[in-house]
């Protein structure tokens, strides 16, 4: 038994893309205000996440915001020789204007256009809806340099990515733009199969919770993503049902270890890290998603 082609093609196709990009304009409109207090230092924002990526299923509700801080980094030095650490310690400078400042900052930027509808929550900051405009998370986040070499500020080479505290405190350093930068790569790399494919593995997720297959939460939509990102290029294309059985069938046979994030600067499974899946929650979800599709 399988899931038949045609529920497959429904599952493949995009979500909402007009009201996520009114959305994305809206909030973006509002934290470029000039009366902003963050106004005059350097800032980006960008989209990052299902809509961001062009993997969003009709059941997102949500548009992912990032606004980063950019005259303010932080670094991670472990790459570096001892030679260029100490070339380093001697060149840097402490910044005035703290992360814990432009958070404050965007929150009150964001209170004072949509004022009881902002909700700090523990990483974003929810932006509820009103009328067509969708639910959106605004994370706040500074630049981070993972560093691999030192010379001078005029020779220097680092993975570029985003760093902010969790409400406990919790340090979290992610890098979205290689993300979706290699999410597109694959993308045209497989004649573009992958991000129909990770749509089809949003949709199955959410009908198998629904039949009680998979337990809520146990595979979000970002680790769905990073893990068929590992899949070689090979085993898509033809038809819906040769894809997700190719992959999956893949995936059961691979070497967990090996397994990356769509960063490709995070190993997919880790017991502790913030931004990476639990080994145990990725078996569990092969295990259900094997059962599912035998029992369709």
């Known amino acids: 038994m399988a899931i038949s082609e045609n529920q497959l093609d429904t599952w493949s196709k995009q979500g909402s893309i007009t009201q996520s990009a009114s959305t994305y304009r809206t909030i973006r409109s509002a934290l470029e205000d000039r009366s902003a207090p963050y106004d005059g230092r350097e800032y980006s924002i960008y989209l990052q996440g299902s809509y961001g990526n062009d993997t969003n299923i009709y059941a997102d509700s949500d548009v992912d915001v990032v606004i980063q801080l950019d005259s303010v980094y932080y670094s991670d030095l472990e790459g570096l020789s001892q030679d260029d650490l100490n ?34 929550g523990n990483k974003a900051i929810l932006v509820e809806g009103n009328g067509t405009r969708r639910d959106s998370d605004v994370l706040a986040a500074t630049l981070h340099r993972r560093y691999t070499r030192f010379k001078s500020y005029s020779d220097q080479s680092y993975h570029e990515g985003i760093r902010f505290l969790s409400s406990s405190g919790t340090e979290i350093i992610n890098f979205p733009k290689q993300h979706s930068a290699n999410c597109t790569t694959k993308n045209k790399a497989t004649n573009g199969w992958f991000k129909p494919s990770v749509r089809i593995l949003k949709n199955m997720r959410n009908s198998m919770i629904t039949k009680g297959y998979l337990q809520e939460g146990i595979a979000p939509s970002y680790f769905l993503e990073g893990m068929l990102y590992n899949v070689p290029n090979s085993k898509f294309g033809s038809t819906f049902q040769d894809t997700v059985v190719n992959s999956i069938n893949w995936l059961n046979n691979s070497d967990k270890n090996s397994l990356l994030c769509a960063n490709e600067l995070y190993r997919l499974l880790h017991p502790t890290s913030p931004v990476t899946w639990r080994a145990e929650s990725f078996d569990k979800y092969l295990s259900a998603v094997n059962k599912f599709w035998n029992a369709q």
């Open 87 to 120: 070339l380093y310690n001697a060149s840097r400078s402490t910044a005035s204007y703290s992360y814990g400042d432009f958070k404050t900052d965007v929150i009150g930027q964001l209170r004072l256009e949509f004022g009881s509808l902002v909700k700090p």
